[in-house]
């Protein structure tokens, strides 16, 4: 039906005016009336989609609390999250785990995420999380606000979605075809962000599933910020030879 579909939530997470009213449980006058200052996606095959959880901000912004650099949802956490481990088809499939043991490789693991709570977060932090929240929920009108327009983003290794991608235009292509590929469920799965005044690094999880096969991959993401804006990105993974096969 066009939608990008969020496997945790069980319910799409951008889709047609149509549907998003049929989800929200309004008429579709009420959601024509938000959708005037929320920026759609614009699919390949010209089909255009909303972020039903922009919608919905405005429709019950009581639902919606703040926390530092944005909001939170109201998605659950999950209780378990999973280790990567290597299939012989070439995707990364999951074994359970604690949700704050995000494993890198034998005897290393991620310390408990800061996400909540704590000290003052730097600017830069919250600029990061802004974004990440914004690709989760196809919210294109602030990717264009956190992302220069000559920004860069570097995705390594040899699969059809490495490259460089110059261009504001380019980088939300890019992470378009990610949907595309993933038939709507890729996620980056946030752990957590530690900035300085020049960089952020973003450590997530980059979970899609394709082809009966699952991914989900530790990803460090090294992000340079110019004026408050983000101006490079390059992406790490843990095993790039099961990355580039997850989407070969």
């Known amino acids: 039906m066009g939608t990008w579909h969020d496997p945790d939530l069980g319910r799409p997470i951008a889709a047609p005016l149509e549907r998003c009213a049929q989800l929200l449980g309004v008429e579709l006058a009420t959601v024509r009336t938000l959708a005037a200052t929320v920026e759609p996606y614009l699919r390949a095959d010209g089909t255009r989609i909303w972020s039903l959880m922009q919608l919905e901000r405005q429709l019950r912004p009581a639902a919606y609390r703040r926390r530092r650099g944005g909001y939170l949802d109201r998605r659950?956490?999950?209780?378990?999250d999973a280790a990567p481990t290597r299939a012989a088809s070439g995707g990364i499939h999951g074994q359970g785990t604690s949700s704050l043991d995000l494993h890198l490789g034998p005897g290393i693991a991620l310390p408990p995420?800061?996400?909540?709570?704590?000290?003052?977060?730097?600017?830069?932090?919250?600029?990061?999380?802004?974004?990440?929240?914004?690709?989760?929920?196809?919210?294109?009108?602030?990717?264009?606000?956190?992302?220069?327009?000559t920004t860069i983003f570097h995705e390594p290794g040899r699969s059809p979605i490495s490259g460089d991608y110059q261009g504001l235009d380019q980088v939300l292509g890019f992470f378009g075809t990610l949907i595309e590929l993933s038939g709507g469920t890729f996620r980056a799965?946030?752990?957590?962000?530690?900035?300085?005044?020049?960089?952020?690094?973003?450590?997530?999880?980059?979970?899609?599933?394709?082809?009966?096969?699952?991914?989900r991959s530790p990803t460090v993401l090294v992000c340079h910020v110019r004026d408050g804006r983000i101006a490079e990105t390059w992406s790490h993974h843990h095993d790039q030879h099961d990355f580039d096969a997850f989407w070969a």
């Open 76 to 80: 659950q956490a999950p209780t378990a």
């Open 113 to 149: 995420s800061s996400e909540e709570g704590g000290a003052m977060a730097h600017p830069n932090e919250e600029l990061v999380r802004r974004a990440y929240e914004a690709f989760n929920t196809a919210d294109v009108e602030t990717l264009r606000e956190v992302f220069t327009d």
């Open 189 to 215: 799965t946030l752990h957590d962000v530690v900035a300085n005044d020049e960089h952020v690094v973003g450590l997530h999880s980059s979970d899609a599933e394709r082809d009966g096969r699952r991914a």
